[in-house]
């Protein structure tokens, strides 16, 4: 059933994911779905995590050589990657109000958020070994996501005339300018 569920996201978006339209899919009846999940926020919040486990494994996945400034391109580089290759489980994943979602500050600063941890452990690498200001790993954590995803938005919403590989060039600038601000 989450496999029909995520073929109706990535083809329709995450309005389209209805009980009926899985049922539908899956030939079985709308009650049936409700043994699997307890709802449907329940569902779309299955898809979101296991979008996270699967940008998390991505991010993960690369040996991750030099600084931590490096090591940091390198991860939002992947991000970059993984929002324009699925971008309705991006959408989900990121923008969508869901109830259950991860909020900040509580649920990142408690290591729930797989993703905003690698960022948070490589900017406190980078302030244990000087290259970065002191500052709040978890703040500057949520302020980069903050700036790409919202990049990615605007680019998925239409809002960019640029090819994928000058979006990514626009993206790699604002990160340096970022980083800029944040080296000692």
């Given at each position: 059933m989450a496999s029909a569920a995520r073929r109706i996201l990535v083809k329709e978006g995450a309005d389209a994911v209805t009980m009926r339209r899985i049922a539908q899919a899956t030939g079985v009846t709308a009650m049936a779905i409700y043994r699997h999940f307890p709802n449907r926020d329940g569902l779309l919040n299955t898809l979101?995590?296991?979008?996270?486990?699967?940008?998390a494994a991505l991010l993960n996945s690369h040996r991750r050589t030099?600084?931590?400034r490096q090591r940091l391109l390198r991860l939002f580089d992947d991000f970059l990657d993984f929002a324009l290759a699925n971008p309705r489980l991006f959408e989900l994943m990121?923008?969508?109000?869901?109830?259950?979602a991860r909020?900040?500050?509580?649920?990142?600063?408690s290591g729930a958020s797989p993703t905003a941890s690698l960022t948070a452990e490589l900017l406190r690498l980078g302030m244990d070994a000087g290259l970065?200001?002191?500052?709040?790993?978890?703040?500057?954590?949520f302020e980069m996501g903050a700036l790409l995803q919202g990049?990615?938005?605007?680019?998925?919403?239409?809002?960019?005339?640029l090819s994928p590989a000058q979006f990514r060039a626009l993206c790699l600038r604002a990160f340096r300018r970022h980083f800029?601000?944040?080296c000692i």
């Open positions: 979101a995590d296991e979008g996270f486990d699967a940008l030099g600084n931590s990121f923008l969508k109000p869901r109830k259950g909020r900040y500050p509580r649920d990142f600063k970065f200001r002191k500052d709040d790993p978890w703040e500057l954590t990049f990615v938005m605007l680019h998925l919403g239409g809002r960019t005339s800029d601000g944040i």
